[in-house]
Each structure stands twice: as structure tokens, then as C-alpha cells.
């Protein structure tokens, strides 16, 4: 088996860029595993969604190859295809279960399928409500119902928590896990909020300066993170107390609010800081232990 | 089931509570009303229509809508139902379908014409009935004195059907074209307006894709004189080859954009 046939999306040397305008991506290398929930993370206005359209051939590449299921984009392939690109696609006039037969008509997907869906996404109770009335969470729960109806082996999600409230986001993660992990689809969703990346999905890409700047597993991005720890003190007097840590080799600094930070190479060394601090008759008032996090990683490929 | 009737399908399920659908409805209700009303006030009040016939009737009935209300119902229509897909960028969804976008946009096409076709049917239904009304109302009139000509019910029906054709490609390609409602509305009026004053007396108006609503009736009636092909006149002719045109243009335009 070669690596077309484990990639539910595969692209190679992508490049586009708005007439007139700086590339948006170039040279962009994509690979999202089948069987995977794969993020695709990036700051606001990157150019998810730009990828994300250019993925299903709505956008003219100026370079480039994608294979979509282990094949090159053609009309056929949609039949296994599912989206939500930046907003929801509905007829505003229409019901939500009217909404679903519109969809279920062009997809060949039976009737039953609807009330299925609307149960899925929760929406069983507004169902019969024309679209117009709904809320902006509602439209969203709609979107991602249009795009699970003919059961696609691939889903692309745009910021699927997009207007919903905390309960609302907590439903659609679990939903996204159940699709994943009990209809067996691959799963692509982009967002800009690393924590909902970091509790959905099983492999991350960073889109960053028009490239995925890191690709691969969530276990391999925290693999990268350094092992070290930062502790930050508040603790009086502060000045005799850095003096203190600098004499014994720590790297300290002054930190927000009159405090202390300093980096450590291991938990062992936070009692030697302790015993140091008392040991010199410095009061210690807090300390906070902070590991290496996903988000330093993250910043770390912005920068 | 072919993707042509699916896609056909679908659009007759998404005009449910439609404004196109709503237009259709109420603008021949209204239609029917006011040439009604025409009717039983034309004698007293000078602009009014006067029949004396069913044929008459009949004909002040399709002079009527040609005129003005056919041409701009068209274009209206169109705009309207390209309007849905526009509004909530339902192409993005038409466009990763497993079914050619060309069947969508022929889907589309097709119901537009059926909605017309319907929209017509209306129409007929409701003229003969008012016609029955008006001959109750003005017995003078002597419509319940013999039967309306269904000859020609059916040549002014298919000549009304060919003709719109052309409009309707060119519309449902400009709608398509246009994402704002008010674009091809404009066009769609500014071509009525040119059509309207280069008028029937201009030999090559038939080569207006705006001018067939204009001329269909003066023909009718014998008081054009149109370069014709058998049956058909050159501007029903005309009409046809644009609706070709016009869809070819569109699937061009649907090839751009995606």
C-alpha cells in the first residue's frame, strides 16, 4: 500500500494566491491520514478556509496536485465528500428537515437518514422551523447535519464551533469523536482555538507563512515540546531572592506583577529553589508550576 | 433516476414557500383581476378593454401580459430563483455534489420553464373563468352565448412559450452570472426599455432577444410583419437559439467559477 492509499487528502506543491495578491499558500504539502481527525490550526485570516476550499477544487491552484480518497478531484468523488466551508449553506426559507431533502434528493441518501441527522446534531425539536428563525448555533448544528446526511468517507469542517455556546461545543466535539471513531470517517476541521484541536483531533497540521509549518500526530507535537519547567514566585524581598537563584545557577528573571520566573530542567529542582529561598529568609507568597504547553509549541512556529 | 431529474427534483423542493413560487402565484391572480376589471370598466372608462367574443377576450388577455407583465415576470423569476443559491453561497454545496454542476444549472432551467409553464396554465384557467364571470356580468357581452376557440388558446399558448425562451436563457445565465439581485434586474429592464423604443416598426428587432414579447401579438394580430419560417416567425426562431446560446454561455461561466 503506498502513502496515496492511507491518505484520505493528499496534496503536493500547492500554490495560490488571489489575482494581484501575496500567495496565500506556496508549496503547501498536505497529508491527512485516513481514519484520522486531523486539525488544521492557524491564526484568524491564514487562509484555512482558502485551503480548505482549494482542497475540493473550488478554487483554481496556480500549482499544485491534490488527491481526494485516493484519487484525483473528480465529480464522482463527492459522493463520499462532506463540508461546511466558512458558513452553513442553507435556503434561509426553507425548513431544516427541508433543508435535509433538498440535500438528501441530490445525494441519493434516504429519507430516513434526515430525522437521523437532525438527531444527531440535536436539532430533532426544530426541525420543522423554517432556517430564518433559527439561531447563529443552530444554523451551524444544520451546516454540519447537511454535510453528515449521505455519510461521507471524509468530512471537512470549517470552525465547526462557530456560534455555538459551551454546551453546543462539548456536543459537536463528541459528535466528531462518535463520526470518527463509530461511522469511520476521516475528519478535517480547521479552527484558530488550539484547545479544541487539542481535545478533537488525533493529528494536527500548523498552517503558518503559507506552509504547514509542523504536520503530523498531536503525540508527536508534544513529543517536540521541551522537557523543562517554568515556576513563577512571588516572594519578599524579591530582590535578595533573585540575587539568591542567580548565585546558584538558576536562569531567574523579574516576572509580571513583581514576581519572579525562573526555567527548570526538572520537578527534583523545585524543593532545592524552596529549600534555597528559606534557607536565605526570603518569605515565599505563591508558586505556580507551569510545563511546557502545546500553545508554547504553536507560538513557537509563528515566531 | 437520471441526475437531470434529480437535480429537477431537488429544485421543486426548495421553491417550496419560494418567492418565485409566491410571484408566480400572485402575480397571475393579479393579472387575471386587473384585465377583469379592465374588462367591466372598458366600456364606461376610456384605456378599458370591450369584448364582444370569446376570441376577443381571449386576445385582449395575451395583448396584455406580452406587453409588459411576460418580459418582466421572466426576468424577475429568474433573478429570483438564482437568488436562493447566491444568498447563502449554495454553490459551494451545487458544486461538491457528485453530480455534474452543468445537470444542476439544467435542473434549474428546467423548473424555471415549468414554473412558467404552470404560472401559465394559471393563467388560462383563470381567464376562461373569468371570462365566464364576465359574460354572467355583462350578458351583452355574449360570452356564455358560445365556447372559447381552444385553436387558439393553443397558438397563442405555444407562441407566449417560444418566445420567452430566449429571455429566460439570457436571464437564468445573468442571474447566474450576477450574485446581486439588482444587476440583472437592471439589464433585464434596460433591454425592455430598448426593445420598447426601437418598437415593432424596426425590420431587425426580431433579433432582440428582449423584442419576442413585443412582437408576438402584433404578428398575431397581422400588424407586424416578422421574416418567418413556416409556422414559426424569425423572432420565435431567434429565441430558441438564444436559450442555446445563453445555456452554453452558462456552463462556460459555471467552469470559470468554479
Same mark, same amino acid.
Given at each position: ?303 | ?107 434549474? !432551467?428546467? +423548473?424555471? $420553464?415549468?414554473? /412558467?409553464?404552470?404560472?401559465? #396554465?394559471?393563467? &388560462? @384557467? *383563470?381567464?376562461?373563468?373569468? =371570462? %365566464? ?40 445565465? !445573468?442571474? +447566474?452570472? $450576477?450574485?446581486? /439581485?439588482?444587476?440583472?434586474? #437592471?439589464?433585464? &429592464? @434596460? *433591454?425592455?426599455?430598448?426593445? =420598447? %423604443? ?47 446560446? /445563453? ?12
Amino acid at each position: 500500500m503506498n502513502a496515496n492509499d492511507q491518505s484520505a487528502v493528499q496534496a503536493r506543491g500547492l500554490h495560490f494566491a488571489y489575482s494581484g495578491e501575496k500567495a496565500i499558500f506556496s508549496g503547501l504539502e498536505m497529508d491527512v491520514p485516513l481514519g484520522s481527525v486531523y486539525g488544521l490550526l492557524g491564526a484568524n485570516g491564514i487562509g484555512k478556509s482558502t485551503l480548505m476550499k482549494a482542497l475540493v477544487g473550488l478554487l483554481p491552484l496556480q500549482a499544485g496536485r491534490i488527491n481526494l480518497l485516493g484519487g484525483p478531484i473528480r465529480q464522482k468523488a463527492f459522493q463520499d465528500v462532506g463540508l461546511l466551508i466558512e458558513q452553513p449553506n442553507i435556503y434561509p426559507h426553507l425548513s431544516g428537515v427541508d433543508n435535509l431533502l433538498v440535500m438528501a434528493t441530490y445525494r441519493k441518501t434516504e429519507r430516513s437518514r434526515v430525522s437521523e441527522v437532525l438527531n444527531l446534531v440535536g436539532l430533532e425539536e426544530a426541525g420543522n422551523k423554517q432556517v430564518r428563525h433559527y439561531s447563529t448555533g443552530m444554523k451551524q448544528r444544520l451546516g454540519i447535519a447537511l454535510a453528515i446526511l449521505h455519510r461521507p468517507r471524509l468530512l471537512l469542517l470549517d470552525e465547526p464551533a462557530n456560534g455555538l455556546d459551551p454546551v453546543g461545543i462539548v456536543a459537536i466535539r463528541r459528535l466528531i469523536r462518535a463520526l470518527n471513531q463509530e461511522e469511520g470517517m476521516t475528519i478535517l476541521l480547521s479552527s484558530h482555538l488550539l484547545s479544541e484541536v487539542e481535545q478533537s483531533c488525533t493529528h494536527l497540521g500548523i498552517l503558518a507563512r503559507g506552509r504547514l509549518a509542523y504536520q503530523g500526530s498531536l503525540e508527536g507535537a508534544r513529543s517536540q515540546l521541551s522537557q523543562g519547567l517554568r515556576l513563577r514566585l512571588h516572594c519578599n524581598p524579591t530582590g535578595p531572592a533573585l540575587d539568591a537563584m542567580r548565585a546558584a545557577g538558576w536562569k531567574a528573571d523579574p516576572g509580571e506583577n513583581g514576581g519572579l520566573q525562573l526555567l527548570l530542567s526538572g520537578k527534583p529542582e523545585i524543593s532545592q529553589v524552596i529549600d534555597l529561598l528559606r534557607g536565605a529568609g526570603i518569605d515565599i507568597h505563591e508558586l505556580i508550576i507551569e510545563e511546557d504547553r502545546l500553545e508554547d509549541f504553536f507560538l513557537s512556529l509563528y515566531q | 433516476m437520471s441526475s437531470f431529474i434529480i437535480c429537477l427534483k431537488a429544485e421543486v423542493r426548495k421553491s417550496r414557500n419560494s418567492m418565485a413560487v409566491w410571484l408566480s402565484l400572485a402575480g397571475t391572480v393579479a393579472n387575471l383581476l386587473l384585465f377583469l376589471g379592465l374588462h367591466l370598466v372598458g366600456e364606461q372608462v376610456g384605456g378599458g378593454f370591450s369584448a364582444n367574443s370569446w376570441r376577443e377576450y381571449i386576445t385582449n388577455h395575451y395583448d396584455g401580459i406580452a406587453f409588459m407583465m411576460l418580459p418582466l415576470y421572466v426576468i424577475i423569476l429568474c433573478s429570483l430563483v438564482f437568488l436562493m443559491e447566491h444568498r447563502s453561497e449554495m454553490w459551494v454545496q451545487l458544486y461538491t455534489l457528485a453530480i455534474s454542476p452543468r445537470q444542476v444549472y439544467l435542473g434549474k !432551467l428546467a +423548473f424555471l $420553464f415549468l414554473l /412558467f409553464l404552470g404560472a401559465h #396554465l394559471l393563467f &388560462i @384557467l *383563470g381567464m376562461l373563468f373569468s =371570462g %365566464l364571470l364576465f359574460g354572467l356580468l355583462r350578458p351583452a357581452s355574449g360570452l356564455l352565448d358560445g365556447l372559447p376557440d381552444l385553436g387558439q388558446i393553443a397558438e397563442l399558448s405555444a407562441r407566449t412559450v417560444l418566445s420567452i425562451l430566449g429571455l429566460m436563457g439570457l436571464h437564468a445565465w !445573468l442571474s +447566474f452570472r $450576477f450574485k446581486a /439581485f439588482i444587476v440583472p434586474l #437592471l439589464i433585464g &429592464i @434596460l *433591454g425592455y426599455v430598448v426593445a =420598447g %423604443l426601437l418598437g415593432t416598426g424596426w425590420y431587425w428587432q426580431f433579433l432582440n432577444p428582449y423584442a419576442p414579447g413585443f412582437l408576438f401579438m402584433p404578428r398575431y394580430k397581422g400588424e407586424a410583419i416578422i421574416p418567418h419560417l413556416g409556422w414559426f416567425s424569425g423572432a420565435e426562431l431567434m429565441s430558441i437559439a438564444y436559450l442555446g446560446l /445563453f445555456t452554453a454561455l452558462a456552463f462556460i461561466t459555471l467552469k470559470r467559477r468554479k
